[in-house]
């Protein structure tokens, strides 16, 4: 059943009548992985994957949510001692209490969710659901007076301070902002962003999920972001976002091999995003590609979030003509993104289905994706 007519007919049976529908989106990321906690810049986009929430204000101290893909309910209130037990759960509960730290009003509600966003991808899908909620309970009980900036840090310190995640703003950003065939080229440390129109004729962006999950909460995650943050502390500065090559080798002896080679990632990384703009901008797809490439080769061996199965998708992607394939999002599982001229889309789904499940027993899943419009209003 389609999402909306799925979500109507449960909340209807739930809580009686209807109430108002919200969306918003996944993410992907062209380039630039790893920069938005250093300070740098990246090129995410929203995609037509999507969470959708219907919510009624219940005149309560209350919320009563309803999760239909987990086939799960969660009662709570907004006190910090309220915090419910599910994860999903405390993905609303943070933003309702985010809300309130910043002086914006949440009153009790009912509200029922599902997407079709896949979960452990690597698309974002719980930055799709705060960023879902943060625009609704906005709309619902703030009169929009939260702007749209502010929308993307309350899910950010959602993260931060409910699900212990120490992430950058880009998911959220993304989430929040994303606009109908463009990316978004952002610069984490000011939050200034141009959307780049992206509609490359005769190329597709294809996801390839690994289906190995990656959990971010208590994962090397955090470990990563420590080492940038070692780095720039040795240096002097906020953030490896004013770091460059010769300042590293200069610091080399004394931060630990291991730091040395995050820094490295992190100081190319930055620029490849510029150098991908610039290339778009000329319609050079193939420096784009070329620079999706050793973005893959810095995450597997100096950044090292990759694993054997995302190193395998993209040596197949490379043997198969692919223009630009990487690891995308946090990494530890999840999938690539790929840069697939039409002409070999359909050899290079056959190829890497089977190669991959040849080797690891289960198939890929394969995801074309489209650059769509992010938290909205729908009804
Ligand atoms: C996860 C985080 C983002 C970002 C990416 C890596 O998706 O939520 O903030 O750091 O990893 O680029």
């Not at 599902?114 to 991808?121: C, M, S």
């Not at 200034?192 to 999920?209: A, H, M, R």
């Not at 778009?280 to 995450?299: A, K, P, Q, S």
């Amino acid at each position: 059943m389609e999402l909306k007519n799925k979500i109507i007919e449960a909340f209807a049976s739930k809580f009686g009548g209807d109430g108002t529908l919200y969306a918003s989106a996944g993410r992907i990321n062209l380039i630039g992985e790893h920069t938005d906690y250093n300070g740098g810049f990246v090129f995410p986009g929203a995609i037509d994957k999507m969470i959708m929430a219907e919510i009624r204000p219940n005149n309560t101290d209350k919320v009563n949510i309803h999760s239909i893909d987990l086939d799960d309910n969660s009662t709570f209130g907004f006190n910090e001692t309220d915090a419910p037990q599910q994860q999903w759960a405390r993905y609303v509960f943070g933003v309702c209490r985010e809300i309130i730290k910043r002086g914006g009003k949440v009153e009790g509600f009912d509200a029922v969710f599902a997407g079709n966003v896949p979960l452990g991808a690597g698309l974002s899908s719980s930055a799709a659901l705060e960023s879902c909620f943060a625009f609704a309970l906005n709309d619902l009980f703030n009169n929009n007076s939260i702007d749209k900036f502010e929308l993307a840090k309350i899910g950010q310190s959602t993260e931060h301070n409910y699900c212990g995640v120490n992430c950058g703003i880009m998911d959220q950003f993304a989430s929040v902002f994303g606009k109908k065939d463009c990316l978004i080229r952002l610069d984490c440390r000011s939050l200034e962003y141009e959307y780049f129109p992206f509609n490359i004729d005769g190329y597709s962006l294809v996801l390839v999920d690994s289906v190995v999950k990656h959990e971010l909460v208590d994962s090397p995650y955090n470990k990563r972001r420590q080492s940038c943050e070692n780095v720039a502390k040795r240096l002097g500065i906020d953030t490896l976002r004013d770091a460059d090559m010769d300042m590293l080798e200069e610091i080399k002896s004394d931060i630990s091999t291991e730091d040395y080679m995050r820094a490295k990632f992190v100081i190319e990384e930055k620029e490849r995003v510029l150098d991908v703009c610039e290339a778009l901008n000329r319609g050079d797809i193939e420096t784009v590609g070329r620079l999706m490439y050793e973005t893959h080769r810095g995450l597997s061996k100096d950044y090292e979030v990759s694993c054997e199965e995302l190193d395998y998708l993209n040596d197949i992607a490379k043997e198969c003509g692919v223009t630009g394939s990487r690891i995308m999002g946090g990494g530890f599982g999840g999938c690539t993104i790929n840069l697939v001229p039409d002409t070999i889309h359909d050899k290079f789904l056959k190829t890497v289905t089977e190669k991959f499940s040849a080797r690891y027993g289960h198939s890929p899943k394969i995801y074309d994706v489209v650059i769509s419009d992010g938290a909205r209003r729908i009804s």
